[in-house]
């Protein structure tokens, strides 16, 4: 029979049952619902659905989990493109989910085993389960074609108390705390742990850390009076448009603005432009025209090309010199902006693979401009879900952000409020002011503190003329960069096999003495 401390806490259908409203549960935590708490419930559900399963039991039970919360959490994805993308995405995602529920359940499984001492359940086994969950989360946001980090617990928590733990430790940090404080309580309530408060130590110094400690100060250095502008123009992939109707948009709602004064940049979003500058003359005078009216250089996006290849390109542009510097969007999404392996996809679903042409080659040059009076990083869409590119930003001497995007095919649904709650964590993980820019909304700048201080709705036509404080200083998230999941991931690694080999020797040594 199995050991008291390692049965299944729950008959395989009530755990079945628990991670299907866990995962539920878990995505009305995120932006759409919002509320933040029950991101925490959906965790404790998915681990006690866990505790004492079998490898395939946990497979399964990982699995059903994980498609209840992508279902839901990803279906914009099926806006126009129908059900199968959104369908492979989700079975993609949950597979990870899958695999990560199978080393949870070891965890389960062998720290009991490996230790009798209550302190290994109530210390090791909470930090080991919170490090296989980041194992799985970065797992799902680096393979396959560069993965997918939509969806990590932290993005949860862009609204909470806990959001200005990202100023130190990262998305990675945030979520590895969130999911260690739920491990922790549930093997307290298991070790009736009421009956010896001391018991609760680990678990309620991790929360009061977590929701104590005050973001990283970074040092105002002034302001930047920045003018965004989302022209609402027929942006969207299936949206029926002239060439230049999204350029005419845009320059409707900037008109607008000409008599403000003090202007230092002017901000377009994600394909403000459908037609480059670089190659049309025409086009190339109505910027310069823009930046001699404004005094300011310009930062826009459109398609460019080089040697035949394709690239997401922003641009910043001054008056009568051009494009000075450009910024080539870092990470395409694939089956969206290109087809990765396209002659095996095609035989797959030839119908929609037709529908992408042309695929975006991913750029290599710096995400930072030189605007004169501040350095801005940059992000373009679902850039800005990549760690590495934001923290490079930083480092090169960004002041503030600028995050440009286009969510029209994504009209109606949570898309734009899961990406502007991802734009707010990471004001507060950098210390920097985030202006984003959409072309059809819903656009937003936040402080480095992740305030809303000026907005756009979606759907809506209209400029931001706002004074945006710039900042200088690392935080020790960037600072420290890709070493925090490196060693939450190494981590949890090491502790999974310590507790493996401490759990065999010890079955072995109570055989031997029972023999």
């Given at each position: 029979?199995?050991?008291?401390?390692?049965?299944?806490?729950?008959?395989?259908?009530?755990?079945l049952?628990?991670?299907?409203?866990g995962?539920?549960?878990?995505?009305?935590?995120f932006?759409?619902?919002?509320?933040?708490?029950?991101?925490?419930v959906?965790?404790?559900?998915?681990?006690?659905s866990l505790?004492?399963?079998?490898?395939?039991?946990?497979?399964?039970?990982?699995?059903?989990?994980?498609?209840?919360?992508y279902?839901?959490?990803?279906?914009?994805?099926?806006r126009?493109?129908g059900?199968?993308?959104?369908?492979a995405?989700?079975?993609?995602?949950?597979?990870f989910?899958?695999a990560g529920?199978?080393?949870?359940a070891?965890?389960?499984?062998?720290?009991?085993?490996?230790?009798?001492s209550?302190?290994?359940r109530?210390?090791?086994?909470?930090l080991?389960?919170a490090?296989?969950?980041?194992?799985?989360?970065?797992a799902?946001g680096?393979?396959?074609?560069g993965?997918f980090?939509?969806?990590?617990?932290?993005?949860s928590?862009?609204q909470?108390?806990f959001?200005?733990?990202?100023?130190?430790?990262?998305?990675?940090g945030?979520?590895?705390?969130?999911?260690?404080?739920?491990?922790?309580?549930?093997?307290?309530?298991r070790?009736?742990g009421w009956?010896?408060l001391?018991?609760?130590?680990p678990?309620?110094?991790?929360?009061?850390?977590?929701?104590?400690?005050?973001?990283?100060?970074?040092?105002?250095?002034?302001?930047l009076?920045?003018?965004?502008?989302?022209g609402?123009?027929?942006?969207?992939?299936?949206?029926?448009?002239?060439?230049g109707?999204?350029?005419?948009a845009?320059?409707?709602?900037?008109?607008?603005?000409?008599d403000e004064?003090?202007i230092?940049?002017?901000?377009?979003p994600?394909?403000?432009?459908?037609?480059?500058?670089?190659?049309?003359?025409?086009?190339?005078?109505?910027?310069d025209?823009?930046?001699e009216?404004?005094?300011?250089?310009?930062?826009?996006n459109?398609?460019?090309?080089?040697d035949?290849?394709?690239?997401?390109?922003?641009?910043l542009?001054?008056?009568?010199?051009?494009?000075?510097?450009?910024?080539?969007?870092?990470?395409?999404?694939?089956?969206?902006?290109?087809i990765?392996d396209?002659?095996?996809?095609?035989m797959?679903?030839?119908?929609?693979?037709?529908?992408?042409?042309?695929?975006?080659?991913?750029?290599?040059n710096?995400p930072?401009?030189d605007?004169?009076?501040?350095?801005?990083?940059?992000?373009?869409?679902?850039?800005?879900?990549?760690?590495?590119?934001?923290w490079?930003g930083?480092?090169?001497?960004?002041?503030?952000?600028?995050?440009?995007t286009?969510?029209?095919?994504?009209?109606?649904?949570?898309?734009?409020?899961?990406?502007?709650?991802?734009?707010?964590?990471?004001?507060?993980?950098?210390?920097?002011?985030?202006?984003?820019?959409?072309?059809?909304?819903?656009?937003q700048?936040i402080?480095?503190?992740?305030?809303?201080v000026?907005?756009?709705?979606?759907?809506?036509?209209?400029?931001?003329?706002?004074?945006?404080?710039?900042?200088?200083?690392a935080t020790?998230?960037?600072?420290?960069g890709?070493?925090?999941?490196?060693l939450v991931?190494?981590?949890?690694?090491?502790?999974?096999?310590?507790?493996?080999?401490?759990?065999?020797?010890?079955?072995?040594?109570?055989?031997?003495e029972?023999?």
């Amino acid at each position: 029979m199995p050991e008291p401390l390692t049965r299944p806490l729950l008959p395989l259908w009530v755990a079945l049952l628990v991670a299907v409203a866990g995962g539920v549960v878990y995505d009305l935590g995120f932006p759409g619902a919002s509320v933040w708490p029950l991101a925490f419930v959906g965790i404790a559900l998915a681990l006690i659905s866990l505790i004492g399963r079998t490898t395939w039991s946990a497979l399964l039970v990982g699995l059903v989990f994980g498609l209840s919360f992508y279902l839901p959490h990803v279906s914009w994805t099926s806006r126009y493109l129908g059900p199968v993308p959104w369908l492979a995405l989700s079975v993609l995602e949950s597979l990870f989910v899958a695999a990560g529920a199978v080393l949870i359940a070891l965890a389960y499984r062998w720290v009991p085993r490996a230790s009798a001492s209550r302190w290994a359940r109530l210390v090791w086994l909470p930090l080991l389960v919170a490090g296989l969950w980041c194992l799985r989360e970065a797992a799902n946001g680096t393979i396959p074609y560069g993965g997918f980090p939509w969806g990590r617990a932290a993005l949860s928590q862009s609204q909470s108390p806990f959001a200005e733990v990202v100023s130190w430790v990262g998305s990675t940090g945030l979520g590895f705390m969130m999911v260690a404080i739920v491990a922790g309580v549930i093997e307290w309530v298991r070790l009736r742990g009421w009956q010896d408060l001391r018991s609760a130590i680990p678990v309620a110094t991790l929360l009061l850390v977590a929701i104590l400690l005050p973001a990283w100060p970074t040092a105002t250095t002034g302001e930047l009076r920045v003018a965004s502008v989302q022209g609402n123009g027929p942006a969207g992939y299936f949206d029926e448009r002239r060439p230049g109707e999204v350029l005419a948009a845009q320059l409707d709602e900037t008109e607008k603005i000409v008599d403000e004064s003090g202007i230092d940049v002017l901000l377009w979003p994600e394909g403000g432009s459908d037609i480059d500058p670089t190659r049309s003359a025409e086009t190339a005078e109505i910027f310069d025209s823009l930046s001699e009216q404004f005094d300011a250089p310009l930062v826009l996006n459109t398609v460019t090309t080089s040697d035949e290849l394709f690239f997401n390109t922003s641009m910043l542009w001054r008056a009568g010199e051009g494009a000075v510097d450009t910024f080539d969007k870092r990470n395409p999404v694939p089956f969206g902006e290109y087809i990765p392996d396209r002659w095996f996809w095609n035989m797959l679903a030839p119908d929609l693979i037709g529908l992408i042409q042309r695929g975006y080659t991913p750029g290599t040059n710096a995400p930072v401009f030189d605007l004169g009076g501040a350095t801005t990083g940059l992000a373009i869409c679902f850039d800005v879900i990549y760690d590495e590119l934001i923290w490079e930003g930083a480092r090169e001497g960004a002041q503030l952000y600028m995050f440009q995007t286009n969510n029209a095919d994504f009209r109606g649904t949570d898309e734009n409020e899961q990406q502007l709650a991802i734009a707010r964590l990471r004001a507060i993980e950098t210390g920097r002011s985030v202006v984003n820019i959409s072309t059809v909304g819903a656009s937003q700048v936040i402080d480095p503190t992740g305030r809303t201080v000026d907005g756009l709705a979606a759907g809506t036509a209209g400029s931001m003329v706002t004074d945006v404080e710039l900042r200088d200083g690392a935080t020790p998230s960037v600072v420290f960069g890709g070493a925090v999941p490196l060693l939450v991931v190494l981590g949890a690694l090491f502790g999974l096999i310590l507790a493996g080999v401490l759990a065999r020797r010890r079955s072995v040594a109570r055989t031997a003495e029972a023999g």
